[in-house]
Structure formats: C-alpha cells, structure tokens
C-alpha cells in the first residue's frame, strides 16, 4: 500500500513562493512521482512530474520556468517549488505516483494520490 501526504500550501501574494512536500510510504514500487493541481469547476491537470530512478524531469507549460519538482529519495519526499505564483495558479494541489513506465502528466495514469493541500494565490 502506498500513502502519500502532502504539505506546506497557504496563501500567498501574487510573485511569492511556495514550497510543496509529498512524503511517501510503500515508496519502492513506483517509477514517476507528479504533481497536480484542480481548481474549483475545472480538471485536475498535471503540473509536473519526476522519475524516481533518474533524472526525468516533465512539467506543464504553464509552469515551465515558474516552478521546480525534486525528490530526495533518502527522505522518500517529493518537491514542488513554486515561484513567481499568479492567481491563476490557486487550485488543490495534489501528489500522485504510478508505478507503470513511461512519463504522463495524464491525471488518469497515476495509480496513488495523496489529499491535497489547498494554494490561494491573491493578487
């Protein structure tokens, strides 16, 4: 069984940062660790994910160059560093991990998800 929990959301002006962490338990089996995100009325969409083996590293366009996934695999926790936030990036933040290969920021590849941790970003 695997469980992930998830930490460190809040509100935050327009331009802050956020730092997310996933700590994960059952840690051994998966391949990709993601992120993602849903707003009220909306999808949940991928916001970036990582292979836990080696250094693939995807994220969505709307988040290139604003925030930063990493992993610390002694900790067994997954990063998301969020920078420059706008308010359109208030949403649930969610971790998820699939242990099938191959990279997706498809929400409905992911096999484990964690609760969620709530980002209001205020302008």
């Known amino acids: 069984q695997v469980l992930l929990v998830e930490s460190g959301g809040g509100s935050v002006q327009a331009g802050g940062s956020l730092r997310l962490s996933c700590a994960a338990s059952g840690y051994g089996s998966l391949r990709y660790m993601g992120w993602f995100r849903q707003a009220p009325g909306k999808e949940r969409e991928g916001v970036a994910t990582i292979y836990r083996a080696g250094s693939g590293i995807y994220y969505a366009d709307s988040v290139k160059g604003r925030f930063t996934i990493s992993q610390d695999n002694a900790k067994n926790t997954v990063y998301l560093q969020m920078n420059s936030l706008k308010p359109e990036d208030t949403a649930m933040y969610y971790c998820?991990?699939?242990?099938?290969?191959?990279?997706?920021?498809?929400?409905?590849?992911?096999?484990?998800w964690g609760q969620g941790t709530q980002v209001t970003v205020s302008s």
């Open positions: 998820a991990a699939k242990s099938t290969s191959g990279w997706s920021l498809s929400p409905e590849r992911y096999n484990y």
